[in-house]
T-cell receptor, first 115, second 113 residues
Framework: AQSVAQPEDQVNVAEGNPLTVKCTYS??????LFWYVQYPNRGLQFLLK??????LVKGSYGFEAEFNKSQTSFHLKKPSALVSDSALYFC?????????????FGAGTRLAVHP | EAQVTQNPRYLITVTGKKLTVTCSQN?????MSWYRQDPGLGLRQIYY???????DKGDVPEGYKVSRKEKRNFPLILESPSPNQTSLYFC????????????FGQGTRLTVV
């Protein structure tokens, strides 16, 4: 079965420092991977996705993610964190079994960026 | 503006009192789904719909019903809510079952007492 793991409940980083939010996955077949962000009292917003092609994927708000097939990882990164990046981040993998589209989400990682 | 709209945003109800959470999208998307979000569990799919009159169970369908009579609307029905259905609910839509970028509503926080 497809699954996603986000090993950190919370990540703390100082403003201006680089940030990494970790995600590992387990899929059969080619992985379709996603990152979503949830700001307080808001729905999930799409950040970026990996379907095929370059292992480094660029997304919204200066975020990028690196797909590593050998390590089955899809870590989210940003070179310089902002306080406004503080939010809940979800990694997800598409489950295409049965011919329908479902997203399998990780438990989420709360990112706290301190001034 | 392209959006998924859920109502209500907040709801407190009593055990056993039927309720409906509405979801509407204005993007002419075929695929819609409902998720519930619980701490430490991420989002789990309740039901999904591939098009009008085509719905099916997700991972946690017990205690829920859905309908898809029109393409834009996908209401979530709790016939007899119980406290274990206290959660944050999200409706999502995507263009079709192959296009996997999903758009989410703002969420409905439901409390069942």
């Amino acid at each position: 079965a497809q699954s996603v793991a986000q090993p950190e409940d919370q990540v703390n980083v100082a403003e201006g420092n680089p940030l990494t939010v970790k995600c590992t996955y387990s899929v059969s077949g080619n992985p379709y991977l996603f990152w979503y962000v949830q700001y307080p009292n808001r729905g999930l917003q799409f950040l970026l996705k990996y379907i095929t092609g370059d292992n480094l994927v660029k997304g919204s708000y200066g975020f990028e993610a690196e797909f590593n097939k050998s390590q089955t990882s899809f870590h989210l990164k940003k070179p310089s964190a902002l306080v406004s990046d503080s939010a809940l981040y979800f990694c997800a993998v598409r489950d295409g079994t049965g011919g329908y589209n479902k997203l399998i989400f990780g438990a989420g990682t709360r990112l706290a960026v301190h001034p | 503006e392209a959006q998924v709209t859920q109502n209500p945003r907040y709801l407190i109800t009593v055990t056993g009192k039927k309720l409906t959470v509405t979801c509407s999208q204005n993007m002419n998307h075929e695929y819609m789904s409902w998720y519930r979000q619980d701490p430490g569990l991420g989002l789990r799919q309740i039901y999904y719909s591939m098009n009008v009159e085509a719905t099916d169970k997700g991972d946690v369908p017990e205690g829920y019903k859905v309908s898809r009579k029109e393409k834009r609307n996908f209401p979530l029905i709790l016939e007899s809510p119980s406290p274990n259905q206290t959660s944050l609910y999200f409706c999502a839509s995507s263009l079709d079952r192959k296009n996997t970028e999903a758009f989410f509503g703002q969420g409905t926080r439901l409390t069942v007492v």
